[in-house]
């Protein structure tokens, strides 16, 4: 029998559920509305997991852009119903839960009024790796007496781990100055699904031996590996991993829970979970999807994308690059942004690909495509190359940053220290500009991060302009007429055939 299956010393897998947050995220645009998560938020409560995500990511964007939702409220609504588990959120960094590095007087009072809305545990990453970027939002963090998980977002330079980048000794090394930072939990996070499950295995076991603390993994079910890397994590001894209800999981979400509990059940590492419960959700889950069905993909049969595996390029980005071809009406032209990606990822110091080095890579390598090697040079690019984003994890190319800083605003010699140390208070002047339709600091905040749409949304909070269709939830009684119209149409056509 094998060794992991033997008695001994009891070791329950601790879970956190994503449904809330990654799952519509990764799979419906981060569309899923808090009335939509009540129904079945007390028993979601009872369920034990470790914690649940609820916020964070993209969802503070998404809710007052596209859904007339303030984000706040989401945590406080939310908070009524679940009252033992913990919330956690996804938190940027110094990007905080924008596209850019914003300034410390931002950043601190971001942390501290999401702790009094009632998050708990705050994942904090950066997209490069640079912790410098994490100090602002972890002393809030911790003078708030809230939970730090110092995550390491997962990257190769190679089909598996290796290199003269992202190998062991990087990993091992950035565990280390997570601990010491004063971190409760490591996560490391793999954005794409490019991890190989052998490989995580090494870096757990080869952690354990370096780090007291609990390491939780977090990855995507994108490339179809996602159910083997926590099979072998847990065996390695992991502590906690991701997981979605069935309905919200696979694809580009995260593995589902209810065939790892099952797969757990009277091992060492059984969960405890309630199998019946958890398809009881699943089912409520099922219910209310057709709401979202439209922000599914429908481009292919496979719901594994297997060129991830070469091209390494996470599910979001994709499909941003294929938007962007697409309206340059160049789709024909992907496989060259591919390749192109990978070069200039390199030429702009290896940076892990995920938001925003995702989004500042693939404009730059579409641009390149379209117009000729940095014949046009995004300010994002500008900034990464002049050092506001951080350190990357290998230098930038000195011939590509001598042509990318010319005649650049802040001047054409890199700055080497944390990013955020060159950024100017910004609230003040937020204040003034926002004025008395800002009620309050969270107002303040949402305008602060997103001053176009969040100066929109805060119009339509206070109803001084009404709220476009567009954001106004869909029913599913509206779902039902959309399929009786379809039924009706293809029977007419049935009828003329």
Known sequence: MDAFLEDGPKNPLKIQDNTFRDGHQSLLATRMRTEDMIPIAEKMDTVGFWAMEVWGGATFDTMHRFLGEDPFERIRTLKKYIKNTPFSMLLRGQNVVGYRNYADDVARLFVDKSCEAGMDVFRVFDALNDFRNFQTVVERIKANGKHFQGTICYSLTERRMGGDVFNLEYYINKGKEIQEMGADTLCLKDMAGIMAPFDIAKIITALKKVITIPIHLHTHYTSGMASMIYLEAIKAGVDIVDTCLAPFALRTSQPAIEPIVATLYETVRDTGFDLSLLLELGDYMESIAPKYRDYLAKNKMSVIDTGVLAHQVPGGMISNLVTQLTEAKA???????????????????????????????????????LFGRYKMVTNEVKDLAYGLYGKTPVPVDPEVRKKVLKGYK??????????????????????????????????????????????????????????????????????????????????????GM
């Open 410 to 495: 802040r001047g054409e010699t890199p700055v080497t220290g944390r990013a955020a140390d060159y950024l100017e208070p910004e609230l003040e002047e937020d204040r003034k500009k926002i004025g008395d339709l800002a009620k309050d600091d969270y107002d303040l905040l949402i305008y602060a991060l997103y001053p176009t749409s969040g100066e929109q949304f805060l119009k339509w909070k206070y109803g001084l302009e009404e709220r476009p269709p567009e954001v106004l939830p869909k029913t599913l009684e509206a779902v039902q007429r959309e399929d009786e119209a379809i039924a009706a149409a293809l029977e007419q056509v049935r009828k």
């Open 331 to 369: 789709l024909d032209r992907l496989a060259e942004v591919y390749k192109e990606v990978a070069v200039v990822r390199k030429e702009l110091g290896m940076p892990p690909l995920v938001t925003p080095t995702s989004q500042i890579v693939g404009v730059q390598a579409v641009l390149n495509v």
